[in-house]
């Protein structure tokens, strides 16, 4: 488990919210949610209007020095802030596991790098590590069954597969948590990968997308949107689906007003 750094109970922890490029180009709502949470935990929450990408695309594709800048400027911009949060698992990995990888010759800048990496959370992690929150109580989801989709930087780089599953548990109200039958499996986006790898990543989509409609859900979440965009993009080409397409911010703030990524919905 990720130690939790040291901060004086009175003072209000000051948190950067990091939006992410999918957020922010594709589904704000999911922002806003992020924001929800956060505030009823009891944070100061700030959006710092200077944040770009992470770098990860650049990264993920042997661009590392446009990646080294691209981390330079992002610890500067964040390092004020007590904690840094982001509602993606895989941009999570990027600051908390690869700044410091990439800045490893610079012994200055790895230091500032480690800094960020041991303040920087995964949205539902840090809500159950970090604060131990009480979620915002609603009944919106009664009897409505969830399937939850671990992606994959979530599950190996994050070890990220209990914090979710509590939140979702805390919902209850007549609501139940049910397992895909093969959760290790990835959905086939991988950034780039879906691009460079259309086939294999159609072939992985589809096998998801059928062991989701397997479970009898309602609805799916994921912590990350990547996740979300490539099953709710691959169900609108191919047959309609009976389960709606959230990520879980949204669901744990109550914040649904945004419709379904997929049109599924079960009457």
């Not at 080294?68 to 895989?90: H, N, Q, R, W």
């Not at 999570?92 to 920087?120: N, Q, V």
């Not at 190996?156 to 093969?182: F, H, M, W, Y």
């Not at 965009?229 to 109550?254: D, K, Q, W």
Request: with cysteine.
């Amino acid at each position: 488990m990720k130690s939790v750094p040291n901060t004086p109970q009175s003072t209000t922890p000051k948190v950067a919210l990091f939006v992410t490029c999918l957020v922010n180009q594709f589904r704000p709502n999911v922002g806003f949610a992020a924001i929800t949470l956060l505030e009823h935990a009891g944070c100061d929450v700030i959006v710092p209007k200077a944040q770009t990408c992470c770098g990860q695309p650049g990264y993920n594709n042997g661009l590392r020095n446009a990646a080294i800048e691209t981390a330079k400027s992002t610890i500067k911009l964040l390092e004020p802030y007590d904690y840094v949060v982001l509602p993606s698992g895989s941009c999570t990995g990027m600051l908390s596991k690869h700044y410091p990888a990439l800045l490893s010759d610079d012994i200055a800048w790895k230091r500032r790098a480690d800094s960020l990496s041991s303040k920087t959370w995964e949205l539902c992690q840090f809500l159950v590590e970090c604060l131990d929150s009480t979620l915002p109580t609603h009944s919106n989801l009664e009897g409505k069954t969830i399937s939850y989709q671990d992606s994959c930087s979530c599950k190996r780089e994050l070890n990220n597969t209990s914090a979710p599953r509590q939140l979702i548990n805390q919902l209850c109200n007549g609501s139940n948590l049910v397992e895909l039958k093969d959760p290790e499996s990835c959905c086939g986006f991988g950034g780039t990968f879906s691009v460079k790898y259309p086939d294999i990543s159609e072939r992985l989509v589809s096998d998801k997308t059928q062991d989701i409609t397997a479970t009898g859900a309602d609805i799916l979440v994921s912590a990350d949107l990547g996740c979300l965009i490539n099953i709710a993009g691959y169900t609108s080409r191919a047959e309609p689906v009976p389960f709606e397409v959230r990520h879980i911010a949204e669901i744990l703030a109550n914040n649904l007003e945004t419709p379904s990524m997929t049109s599924g919905s079960k009457k």
